[in-house]
């Protein structure tokens, strides 16, 4: 068991000291660090070093800790005087853009590959959220305006509440047992008390923290990280969206005079940054490249749809009442990275047994 332990830190150790030099490296290249790190899971996996990962579950559990990290920093680490312009335009991108993508992304994997309306929407889902990874590690690295900065940042950080919503609707044998509108109010409900939630436990966070006298300079942070952590959790308890907890508590504590703040800020930016990490490492270790055949031309297609079609309809849309000219416009469209989170919302409808998963097909499952 010793052994074990002492192979595993050693491996883990490298990979994280790789992973840290790797991002001087992939700045100087123009690469995203993010893809070195999912290169470094692959190297070590059942393609390279031989360790075999398969667990959907576990990659599940795990990844929706490190999302929960991720949107967190993100959170903290906004300006409430750069957000709040573009708030609106950020929800209805996470809300609007989200469901126009999902639609026009579905329909064309209907229609090209014949997929059933369910597993073609349910594909559309899974790829239809921005990456709050990715776009926190990449466009903070890049001299942008600070408008369409902020409204990435902002779309990251909320569009994955609605879409693990819907992911998780799609993924479930009760789908189209009530009627659309019931669903649809249903979304709203958890996104609503889920905004709730996160402002509730932020405000008293605020309180709480501004008047605490904690006997250590290092208890601010974990206890600011902590109550973004209590946020989600709270959320789900409550059948509320967790994510959009999150943000909100983040935004809400980021945004106040609380002691210690650099260093609360540099605590979730340190953790924010093994959770990237892990993340990408967990993922390249779940691929098996041995089983990829068979999904080159539905990746293909899907991107294709994705990125000339599905982004830039949903930008289109989302950003008509707000005034955004035709080169922001084609930004926008261009920058809606993905990363990790579709690999992780993957992740749900397999460990439920939905087809389309590896070693099912359509329809192995009649009762879906």
């Keep these: 068991m ?23 490296f992939s700045t100087r290249l123009g690469l995203p660090s993010l893809l070195v790190y999912l290169a470094l899971g692959v190297a070590i996996g059942e393609a390279g ?6 667990d959907a579950e576990l990659t599940r559990t795990l990844g929706f800790c490190a999302l929960i990290v ?42 090209v590959l014949g997929l059933d309306w369910r597993l073609a929407l349910l594909y559309g889902a899974v790829l239809s959220s921005t990456d709050a990874a990715a776009v926190f590690a990449t466009l903070r690295r890049l ?21 693990v919503l819907l992911v998780v609707l ?14 649809g109010l249903l979304l709203a409900y958890e996104l609503a008390l889920g905004a709730a939630v996160g402002l509730l436990v932020g405000r008293a966070g605020r309180w709480l923290l501004g008047r605490a006298a904690l006997p250590a300079a290092g208890l601010y942070p ?58 990408f490492v967990l993922l390249g270790l779940l691929v098996s490249p041995s089983r990829l055949d068979d999904a080159v031309l539905p990746a293909v297609v899907a ?4 990125v000339f079609l599905a982004r830039p309809l949903s930008v289109l849309v989302s950003t008509l009442p707000f005034g955004f000219g035709v080169r922001e416009r084609l930004f926008l469209s261009w920058a809606g990275l993905r990363g990790a989170v579709p690999i992780v919302l993957a992740t749900i ?10 070693g099912c097909s359509t329809r192995c499952s009649s009762s879906w």
């Design 222 to 279: 974990i206890a600011a990280v902590g109550l973004t952590v209590l946020a989600y959790a709270a959320a789900a308890v409550v059948h509320a969206s967790g994510f959009l907890a999150v943000y909100v508590a983040g935004v809400v504590l980021g945004n106040a005079r609380l002691p210690h703040r650099q260093a609360i800020l540099g605590f979730a930016d340190g953790l924010a940054w093994l959770a990237q990490i892990g993340l």
């Design 170 to 183: 799609l993924s479930t044998t009760g789908f189209g047992a009530h009627p659309w509108w019931q669903e």
């Design 349 to 358: 409808p397999l460990s439920a047994g939905a087809p389309g998963r590896p």
């Design 303 to 306: 991107g294709v749809a994705l």
């Design 70 to 111: 991720i949107i967190a920093e993100g959170g903290l680490t906004a300006r409430w005087s750069t957000l709040r312009p573009v708030l609106a335009a950020a929800a209805t991108l996470a809300t609007v853009g989200v469901a126009v993508s999902i639609v026009v992304v579905g329909a064309v994997l209907h229609l």
């Design 2 to 24: 010793t052994g074990n332990l002492d192979v595993a830190l050693l491996i883990g150790s490298a990979v994280l000291l790789v992973a840290v030099g790797a991002v001087r």
């Design 143 to 163: 001299r942008l305006p600070r408008r369409l900065v902020a409204l990435l940042e902002a779309e990251s950080g909320m569009n994955d509440a609605p879409v």
């Design 49 to 54: 070093l031989g360790i075999r990962f398969d």
